[in-house]
C-alpha cells in the first residue's frame, strides 16, 4: 500500500495558520467594544491585514529557539559563577556600571513586557498583536536574564541587594522609570511609537550595546552572556518597530502629523535618558569601547541620519531635537558624571574624579571640549580629594518637569549657560531643561503636572521611613532619605577610593593569583 | 493641546504650595557649572532677601573657590530670565518670589575655575 506523506507546510502558511488563522472577527461583540482602544488616539487604521511580520514567526518555533538560548546562556554563567568570573574583570570600578544596568535598566525590560503585553491585547490586528506578544515573552526573558546574571555580583559587592526597591524611589531612578511610566500610560499607538520603533530601533544601540561592549572589553563574561543572548530577539524588535510606523503612515495619510509629534517626543524621551550611557561609557569603564561621541556619530548620526531618510517617503522628518543631540555629544557625558560626583552621597554606586590617563584619553576623544571645559574641574576635584576634601553637594537640585533630571543642561551652542524653560498652567509655573522638554510638557501639562519629582517629593515629607521624626531637633534629612533608599551609608554610596569594593576586590584577587 | 484619553483625564497637580513647609525657591549662579545644577530650596517668604544671600547662600555654594571673592554690591540678578533688582532689606515676598520662583546672580569678573565656567 502505497503511504499517503502529507506535504509539509511552508513557512508561509504555517505563519498563517498559526496566526492570522487563529483570529476572527466577534459577532457577539462589537469590534470596538473587543478593541476599545483603538480610535482614540486619532490614528486610522482600515486594514489590519496590509501589517507584514517580516519574520513570520510561530509561537511553537519561537519556543524552540528561545529554550536552547537559555540553555546557552545558563551554561556560560554556571562557569563563570563557578570560576569566580568576576574577579577577572578589568578593575573594581567596571562593577558599578552594572550597579547602574540592573537599577536603571532591568526594571524597565520587565514595564516592556507590561506594555507589550497590553499592546498585544489591544491592537487589533492578528499579525501585530502575536509580534507584540513574543516581545513581551522575550522582554520577561530578558529581564530575567539580567537579575539572574548579576546576581552573582550581589554575593560579592554592595549596592545590588535593592534594585527594585531603589528603581522606585532614587533620584536618578526617577529618569528611566518616569520615561517608561510615560510611555505605558499612553494608547497602543504611541506606546509602539515611543518603545517599538523610537525606542527599540532608533537608540537601542546606543543603550543596550554600550553596556554589552563595555561588558567584552571588561572581562565580564556573565553580562556579556545576557547580552548576546537578547541581541537576537533585538534584531527582531527593531523589525517590529519599523514595520509598525510604516503600516501606521501607510494606512492613512492623517496619521503622518501624529507620528511625527510621537518621534519628536520619543526621540527627546529615549535621548535624555541616554545620558546616563554617555557618562557611563566616558567615565565609568575601565577599558572604554569608544567614546559617547564616536557612539553618537555611528549610532545616531549614521545609523539614524539613514534611517530617517528612508522615511522621508512617507513624509516624516528628522526628530526636532536631532541637530542639539548631534552638537550636544561634546558635553553630555562630562556634564552627566559632574552631577554623580555631586550628589555621590546619594546614589547606590562609587563614583570617581578621573585619573590623569583617563583624562588624557578623553583630551584625545574630545579636543575641543575637554581640556577648555572639563579637565579645569577635574584637576581642582582631585587637588581638593587629596587634601581630604572630597566634594559632596548637599543641597538639593531643581529638576526637569519632563525628564526629570537636575537641570544641568546647557544652551545649544553655549556650554557655559544653564538652559532654563518656563511654562504656565493652571497659574502654576513649571520648569523644563530644553525646548525638547517645554514641548513636550506644552503639549500634554495635565500629565506632567504629576511627575513625582524626587526633590520634590523629599520636600514634602514623603521620602522618610514611617519611623523618621522630622520634628526632632538632630533629625538629619539626608540620612533619613537614605535610610528610605535602603542605601548604608558609607557602603554603597560615597567615592569609589576607599569604598569596601575596592578593598575586597584587591583582596579578593590578590588570593586568586597567588599566596 | 491635551491629552487623548479615553475618559475625563483630571489629575491634581503634584507640588502645590500647601504640601511644602515654604514656598520652593530656584536658584541658579551664571557661569558656574561646578554645583552641577541650579538649587531648588524651601525658604519662608518673611525671610529678608540679605539673609538669605548672607546665611542660606555660603552652605549651598561656599564649596566654590570663586564664592568668598563675590561682590554682592556688583551681582547681577535675573527672574525668569529677566533682569531684575532685589532690594535686600526686604523679604522674599515682598521682593515679589512667589512658589516655584527662579531667581539667578551673574558674578561679572568671577566665571569658575581657571575660567573654565565650572
Known sequence: MDMKVNK?????????????????????????????????????????????????????????????????????????????????????????????????????????????????????????????????LDEIRHAQTQIHSLSNYNKHYNGFNNWRHQHDRVWYLSVPKSFFDDAISAGPFEYMIAIGFAFEYVLTNLLFVPFISGAAYNGDMGAMAFGFSAQSDESRHMTLGLEIIKFILEQDPDNLPIVQRWIDKWFWRGYRVLTLVAMMMDYMLPKRVMSWKEAWEIYAEENGGALFADLARYGIKVPKGWAQACADKEHLSHQAWNVFYNYGAAAPFHTWAPSEKDMEWLSQKYPDTFDKYYRPLWEHYAAEQKEGKRFYNTTLPMLCQTCQIPMFFTEHGDPSKVAYRESTYHGMKYHTCSDGCKEIFDNEPEKYVQSWLPVHQIYQGNCFTPEANPGAPDFNPLAEVLKWYRMEMGRDNLDFEGSQDQKNFAAWRAQASGN | MAVASVGKYEFAPKDTADKFPAPLLYIGWEDHLMLCAPFCVPLPPVMKFGDMVNGALPGMYGAHPDFAKIDWTKAEWSKSGQPWKPDFEKSLAENGLGHKDVIRFRTPGLTGIKGSFH
Open chain 1, 8 to 136: 509539509k507546510l511552508g513557512l508561509k502558511e504555517r505563519y498563517n495558520l498559526m496566526t492570522r488563522d487563529l483570529a476572527w472577527t466577534p459577532t457577539y461583540q462589537a469590534v470596538k467594544d473587543v478593541f476599545p482602544y483603538t480610535e482614540y488616539e486619532g490614528i486610522k487604521i482600515h486594514d489590519w491585514d496590509k501589517f507584514e511580520d517580516p519574520f513570520r514567526m510561530t509561537m511553537d518555533a519561537y519556543w524552540k529557539y528561545q529554550a536552547e538560548k537559555e540553555r546557552k546562556l545558563y551554561a556560560i554563567m554556571d562557569a563563570f559563577t563557578q570560576n569566580n568570573g568576576h574577579l577577572g574583570v578589568s578593575d573594581a570600578r567596571y562593577i558599578n556600571t552594572l550597579k547602574l544596568f540592573l537599577t536603571g535598566v532591568s526594571p524597565l525590560e520587565y514595564m516592556a513586557h507590561r506594555g507589550f503585553a497590553h499592546v498585544g491585547r489591544q491592537l487589533a490586528g492578528a499579525g501585530p498583536r502575536v509580534a507584540c506578544l513574543m516581545q513581551s
